[in-house]
């Protein structure tokens, strides 16, 4: 049975250069909606968010916008597609994105979408998630990125269980479906960090940490 019913996109709030980026992102929303998968996103109508959150919309299924309520001034990044969260910080947003998805997708984007998507895949790494995440690799965007983490690979600065968290594809099924097939592999070390919100120690270990 698949267990991923809500997906989370980070994206650009700009369309970029390619019509390519557009159009993947569109039918990225069209493959969720058809496979009931429900959109949480980070808000507004602009750029690539707006593309595939409009696309899902369409397709009937449910579309949550968390948005930080700076940017809900004078309608800013335009109105949020489906439902709406407001919150005060970012990383307040980012926690919610967090708790209320299954899983996670990058689509092409600058910075604000590396930052969510490396964040995530810290956490996993930190044993703090256990969620699937990929990167829709539409034209090749994403090439670079998926270079340098296999070179940072092998430089040991990255496990190579570790490199497991990230995912990639280059169609929006195939994609989905490397989500719902994922397995987490925690690590037998990092996963025994306490992330407890009560408290503020976390267990020591006597071992040197590949962050």
């Given at each position: 049975m698949?267990?991923?019913?809500k997906?989370?996109?980070?994206?650009?709030?700009?369309?970029?250069?390619?019509?390519?980026?557009?159009?993947?992102?569109?039918?990225?929303?069209?493959?969720?909606?058809?496979?009931?998968?429900?959109?949480?996103?980070?808000?507004g109508?602009?750029?690539?968010?707006?593309?595939?959150s409009?696309?899902?919309?369409?397709?009937?299924?449910?579309?949550?916008?968390?948005?930080p309520s700076?940017?809900?001034v004078?309608n800013?990044?335009?109105?949020t597609?489906?439902?709406?969260?407001?919150?005060a910080?970012?990383?307040?947003?980012?926690?919610?994105?967090m708790?209320?998805?299954?899983?996670?997708?990058?689509?092409?984007?600058g910075?604000?979408?590396?930052?969510?998507?490396?964040?995530?895949?810290?956490?996993?790494?930190?044993?703090?998630?256990?969620?699937?995440?990929?990167?829709?690799?539409?034209?090749?965007?994403?090439n670079?990125?998926?270079?340098f983490?296999?070179h940072?690979?092998?430089?040991?600065f990255?496990t190579?269980?570790?490199?497991?968290?990230?995912i990639?594809?280059?169609s929006a099924?195939?994609?989905?479906?490397?989500?719902?097939?994922?397995?987490f592999?925690?690590?037998?070390?990092?996963?025994?960090?306490?992330?407890?919100?009560?408290?503020?120690?976390?267990?020591?270990?006597?071992?040197?940490?590949?962050?």
């Amino acid at each position: 049975m698949d267990f991923v019913k809500k997906i989370c996109v980070f994206c650009g709030a700009n369309s970029g250069k390619d019509v390519a980026f557009v159009n993947a992102a569109f039918h990225l929303g069209e493959v969720l909606g058809k496979r009931k998968i429900d959109l949480v996103y980070g808000g507004g109508k602009l750029g690539l968010m707006g593309c595939v959150s409009t696309a899902v919309a369409q397709h009937e299924r449910q579309v949550l916008g968390i948005i930080p309520s700076a940017f809900t001034v004078n309608n800013l990044v335009g109105e949020t597609c489906g439902k709406e969260i407001k919150v005060a910080t970012m990383q307040e947003r980012l926690v919610m994105m967090m708790e209320l998805s299954d899983a996670f997708i990058a689509l092409p984007g600058g910075f604000g979408t590396l930052e969510e998507l490396f964040q995530m895949i810290s956490w996993a790494q930190l044993s703090i998630h256990n969620k699937p995440i990929g990167v829709l690799n539409s034209n090749g965007f994403f090439n670079g990125l998926l270079s340098f983490v296999d070179h940072a690979v092998k430089q040991e600065f990255i496990t190579s269980r570790a490199r497991k968290i990230l995912i990639s594809a280059t169609s929006a099924d195939e994609l989905v479906d490397k989500l719902q097939a994922f397995r987490f592999e925690p690590d037998p070390v990092l996963s025994q960090l306490k992330w407890s919100p009560s408290s503020s120690q976390k267990e020591k270990l006597d071992l040197t940490l590949r962050l």
